[in-house]
Every structure is written in C-alpha cells, then in structure tokens.
C-alpha cells in the first residue's frame, strides 16, 4: 500500500513515485543508530536525511521500518514525508487577534525538521513574545495526520483540515508547530500549541491563536 502524507491543496498533489523493491532489499544495515534494537529493524539509505530524535523514536514501532530518501517503508506500507514546504526556504505564516500579530517563520532543513521563529507584536509591532528553535516531526506521523480539533479549527473557515506535526520538547514544555494543508485561497495554514506541566511555566501567551496563513 502506498500513502503520500503531503499536504494537499489546489493544484499541489504530493507526486508518488514507484518503488523499485529490488533497491530496497539491498539497502545497506543501519550505521550509528543508538541501540542494538534499532539496528536490528531499522534501515536507513541516507542518515543525513533525517534528525536524530526522530529515528530514535521509531524503536517504539514493533514493526520493520526502512528510511529510503523522501518516504518510509512500515511493513507493506509506503509513506511519503511531507515537502510542500520548499527545503532551506523560508516560509512566513502570519495572524491577527484581539489588536495582536502572530508572526511564525519556518525553514525545512531536511526531511523531519524545521527551523523557526515565532513572535507575538502588539498594534506597535512591538514583540511581547520570541521564540525560536528547531522542531522535529514525530517519529510515528505515518500512523496518520493531525485532524485539528473543535478548538483549532480554521477561525476563518470554521472547518477542520489536515496537518503535520513538529515538535520542539523541552524537560517542562512542548511547543509544536502544526502545518496544514492549503485553504480555498492556496494559502498553507498553521497552528501554534505549548503545552507545559505547570502553566506558569509559559512564557508564551497563545490562549486562542488564531489559524496562521501564508501570504
């Protein structure tokens, strides 16, 4: 079975590509992976590819897992990772809400992750909130997409949509990073979480942010 987990929108289907199974088979073993568990279910073509934590994540999959360039052989299925954003291009989502601007830039480095600024400006364009860093996709996003919630459904739309998950974990919170498929207009959507085991541990105000939208 073959899967394509890019984001779809008008006119931007994620392409699928025949697998050439011969190729498959003779990949090399895995080099430098963490355990001996992983090596021994885990194959990679090109570590380069992908962030370490996220191939440290598939050991909790009980399944064979191979890491061939831009898709994921899981038993029988194929998955493709998402590329609509364009690698080493910025791309800048905005919002507003409540006389406040949201503001997040994403940069795709590899096949998993995502460099990133996010900013919060008030009407004066004054930042009361900055955050930056590295966030990395889940390393079982081939089990299915994010379906955003009541709570997060597009505030311009109402309607929910399909997305990617990234994640930037720290020992007290979890900031991540939703990049969703196109609106009616061609625009990607995006959505900010923190969540953090004491909430006065937040030091980023998102209590109802809006759905965030490329120009």
């Known amino acids: 079975m073959i899967l394509a987990f890019g984001l779809w929108g ?23 992976v963490s355990t001996d568990k992983q090596k021994q279910k885990i194959i990679i073509k090109n570590k380069s590819q ?3 934590s996220f191939i440290d994540g598939l050991s909790e999959y009980n399944e064979p897992i191979k890491l061939i360039e831009n898709y994921i052989l899981v038993g029988q299925d194929t998955v493709y990772f998402s590329e609509d954003l364009q690698l080493n291009k910025e791309t800048i989502f905005k919002g507003t809400k409540d006389k406040k601007n949201f503001v997040l830039s994403v940069t795709r480095i590899n096949l998993t992750s995502l460099n990133y600024t996010f900013q919060i400006l008030n009407k004066d364009s ?34 929910g949509y399909l997305s990617v998950e990234y994640w930037d974990n720290s020992a007290d919170c979890s900031f991540a990073i939703r990049i969703g498929e196109k609106d009616d207009n061609g625009k990607f959507r995006a959505k900010i979480k923190l969540s953090c085991k004491d909430d006065k541990l937040k030091n980023i105000g998102l209590d109802d942010n809006p759905t965030l939208r490329t120009e």
């Open 126 to 159: 004054k930042a009361i909130s900055n955050k930056s860093g590295r966030a990395t996709l889940g390393s079982l996003f081939f089990l299915g997409s994010e379906t955003d919630d009541d709570d997060d459904d597009d505030d311009e739309t109402g309607d």
């Open 50 to 52: 992908y962030d370490q």
């Open 10 to 32: 008008c006119n931007n289907q994620t392409k699928v590509k025949t697998v050439d199974k011969s190729s498959v088979d003779t990949l090399p073993n895995v080099s430098n």
